[in-house]
């Protein structure tokens, strides 16, 4: 019976060629899209997974508080990981990260890099599999251990163990490390890895003072015996608590929290200073949810194209029916074909996602590392094909199976049998199409427009012509300021620790006994003309007073209405030991890309023996050739360290990097929603203009015109258009004005015209999809289709 169920399943796809052609095509793509989705959401979901002890590890968090709200951070104090693995039985090991730039040299080769310090334990808590040399070289304060990326990067093909490594830490510390050990590559779920590993016991050579209650370290995990036992610390942690305040002038925790290694990824997203690459939970059901709307699409073309194109099966059910046909055996027949058409769909699917959506999508967020095919032995994957199969085989085919095994043997050969092709069942499918599209589209136009505003929102300072060196230590400031000055094409030229776009600090200031959290930048005193940061009232530094040297702060307009002020000039702010008078308030600058809120900031002046940048403004048009001439001079100054200078229009190239991603990733999404729609939309024009061929020839023989006649196909296509846009415009409001909130920062405000454009878009999309079938219906001689009659 089974076997002549696929046989009819067959020849009927094969007979049915544009009705199979629509429902396999639709399908395909859609299980393709989704099966990218899965393996994408899947990979976030299971971060972290590859570490054996995983289930045990926490990674400690500290809160902070400041008027009722609460910021959560990935550091903690210095001696908190050794305190809790001696002070608690259930602590198996603690271990401490720390991070820091240094200038790495191997032979010629000269490179900026970040170095991960750590303690000992740390390639025994975490599974990072060396492929050379062995993990006891961490003990050892000049081992190093290699990432396989930076062994490649440094030594090639050949082998790097026991080679010598010069690394330069701040004003030319210069260690020497050889080589003990290189990874493997790390796995792909991991949500952190390394490139460089030092002991973390090197540190305390480097910066001798870190080794205090109140000194924060970039992170600090332990390991538990078992994870229940986690419960047992987070109780006895006030004590900790107390010491890191007592030893601490500039923050103070209000608690400690444990967060489990297999929830970083998620939490990663919203903490502060975290170590880790993560996702919001909410961004993973958002992709996952997109995915789920693609297999609607495409199941719900399937059901409205099996029930119009019943009527070309009417003799065929009512003969099998008159010859004893069950029911049931319909029922089976019609979901036989279905799983049989939705096997071929999840097959071509796969295919479509491993050679056409899977490398598309990475191309677009940049990652080349895996494929479809690295994830068959995943038996996740195999369970969402089973479920896809399931879904869209017995789903989609469901209603159409009981509903056409419904039909009536004597209503089939009287030709009194109604179909539901022009019911309010195929209506409101198709209603629901348009309108899923309608959400995704505006999705992809509210991206792109967004994307535009905010390229056109005001920096809050002149970022053209202004050219930023970052420094390896601080005395190169002097011979670089000295030889960029004399150059004729530059105007000004400062220094700072801190710079606007690439690095401020966090300050907790007492204003009227109250604490606040604010940012900081230390700058010298002409920092804020070289930037052209504007003055809103008071004055800017002025270098000739000892009082501003000492004790004086400009703050941004945020600070002021945070704290309330009417007059802000003059007004004392405390930070540590010093009181500080301000004299001068700016405008609001965005010292970070525009999905971060411009929060109170303070800016004070610096000595000189700290700076980190030199930022020179340039002449007009002059900014390329003069930048190729500030790295002949890098060379002279600082032989033996790579030149990093950047223009600072494009300091925040990496988020509107992020952002083009994003954009191509909604309009690809919007762009195969609307495919989708546009071929069940055309499958079920063509099926219903056939039907009703008859009609149509006679209303033109009784004369109707053209006009006529395109009137009578389209009108029922509009008014679902129609009725469906004016269900989505309030629920894809309310949707996307929650998402643009909880993105935060700066975003478009949402008017009508990303929804203008959107019903515009479908609207000519639609109107172009069954164009054609419209003008051939109303121009067709009606003699053909009246012969038999």
């Avoid at 796969?350 to 068959?376: C, H, K, N, W, Y």
């Avoid at 309009?667 to 546009?678: G, K, P």
């Amino acid at each position: 019976m089974f076997s002549s169920y696929v046989k009819l399943a067959v020849r009927n796809l094969r007979k049915n060629k544009l009705p199979s052609f629509i429902n396999l095509a639709g399908l395909s793509i859609a299980i393709g899209c989704s099966i990218v989705i899965f393996l994408l959401s899947d990979f976030t979901l299971m971060g972290n997974r590859n570490h054996e002890h995983a289930r045990q590890i926490f990674m400690l968090e500290n809160v902070v508080e400041e008027n009722g709200e609460q910021q959560v951070w990935g550091d903690a104090p210095v001696p908190l990981g050794p305190a809790l693995e001696a002070d608690f039985p259930q602590v198996e090991r603690a271990v401490r990260v720390a991070d820091r730039g240094a200038t790495v040299q191997y032979g010629e080769h000269v490179f900026r890099e970040q170095v991960r310090f750590v303690d000992p334990a740390f390639l025994e808590m975490f599974t990072f599999p060396l492929k050379l040399g062995d993990a006891a070289a961490l003990r050892a304060k000049d081992g190093l251990i290699l990432s396989a990326s930076m062994a490649q990067k440094y030594f090639g093909t050949n082998d790097p163990l026991g080679e010598q490594v010069i690394l330069t830490f701040g004003k030319d510390r210069q260690e020497t490390f050889r080589v003990g050990g290189v990874a493997e590559e790390f796995s792909l779920s991991a949500s952190f890895g390394f490139g460089l590993l030092v002991a973390y016991d090197k540190l305390f050579d480097l910066e001798a003072e870190w080794d205090d209650w109140g000194a924060l370290t970039s992170a600090t995990f332990i390991q538990v015996r078992h994870p229940d036992d986690i419960d047992a610390l987070a109780a006895q942690m006030e004590r900790y608590q107390a010491l890191h305040n007592a030893a601490s002038t500039n923050r103070e925790i209000a608690a400690f929290r444990f967060d489990p290694l297999l929830n970083i990824p998620f939490s990663s997203a919203s903490m502060r200073g975290s170590i880790s690459n993560g996702s919001s939970l909410g961004s993973i059901i958002l992709l996952a949810s997109l995915g789920l709307i693609l297999l609607a699409l495409a199941c719900f073309n399937y059901m409205n194209i099996a029930i119009a194109s019943a009527a070309r099966r009417l003799k065929e059910i009512g003969i099998r029916k008159a010859a004893g046909g069950s029911r049931a055996q319909l029922i089976g027949q019609f979901l036989c074909e279905n799983v049989v058409l939705c096997l071929l769909s999840l097959l071509l699917g796969l295919v479509l996602a491993q050679t056409v959506f899977f490398p598309g999508f990475m191309r677009i967020i940049g990652e080349t590392g895996f494929s479809v095919t690295d994830f068959f032995d995943n038996p996740r994957l195999w369970i969402f094909f089973l479920s896809v199969l399931l879904v869209t085989g017995l789903g989609a085919g469901a209603y159409p199976a009981f509903y056409i095994s419904r039909f009536q043997v004597v209503s089939i050969f009287r030709g009194q049998q109604k179909l539901a092709g022009n019911t309010p069942f195929i209506r409101t499918i198709l209603a629901i199409q348009v309108g899923f599209s309608f959400v995704l589209v505006l999705f992809g136009v509210v991206v792109t427009l967004d994307g535009a505003y905010q390229r056109g929102i005001d920096w809050g300072y002149n970022q053209e012509q202004t050219l930023v060196v970052p420094l390896d230590e601080p005395a190169q400031y002097a011979r670089l300021k000295d030889a960029f000055s004399r150059h004729p094409n530059v105007i000004e030229v400062a220094g700072s620790v801190h710079h606007v776009g690439r690095a401020t600090a966090e300050a907790v200031i007492e204003v009227a006994t109250e604490n606040y959290n604010v940012a900081r930048l230390d700058v010298g005193p002409d920092y804020v003309e070289t930037l052209r940061l504007r003055l809103r009232e008071g004055r800017s530094f002025d270098p000739r007073l000892p009082t501003d040297r000492e004790a004086a702060v400009l703050v941004n307009a945020s600070l002021v209405r945070h704290l309330g002020w009417q007059e802000a000039v003059g007004q004392q702010i405390r930070y540590g030991d010093v009181v500080y008078t301000v004299i001068g308030v700016l405008e609001d600058f965005h010292y970070a890309a525009f999905n971060t809120a411009i929060e109170p900031t303070l800016i004070r002046l610096a000595a000189e023996d700290t700076f980190a940048y030199l930022a020179a403004r340039v002449q007009a048009g002059t900014a390329l050739q003069t930048a190729d001439d500030f790295q002949a001079v890098w060379k002279t100054v600082a032989p033996g360290a790579p030149y990093n200078g950047f223009f600072q229009d494009d300091v925040f190239d990496n988020y509107w990097q992020g952002r083009a991603k994003s954009r191509q990733i909604f309009t690809s999404i919007a762009f195969v929603a609307l495919l989708l729609s546009c071929m069940g939309l055309f499958g079920l024009v063509s099926l219903n203009i056939a039907r009703r061929m008859k009609e149509l020839s006679i209303r033109k023989v009784l004369g109707a015109s053209l006009r006529h006649i395109v009137h009578q196909i389209s009108r029922e296509l509009i008014l679902v258009l129609l009725v469906a846009t004016v269900v989505a415009v309030p629920a894809s409001y309310l949707l996307l004005k929650a998402l643009l909130d909880a993105a935060g920062g700066y975003h478009m405000p949402l008017g009508p015209t990303p929804f203008v454009i959107t019903f515009g878009v479908i609207l000519l999309t639609a109107m172009l999809t069954v164009a054609t079938h419209v003008y051939k219906a109303a121009t067709a001689n009606p003699v053909v289709a009246l012969r038999d009659e």
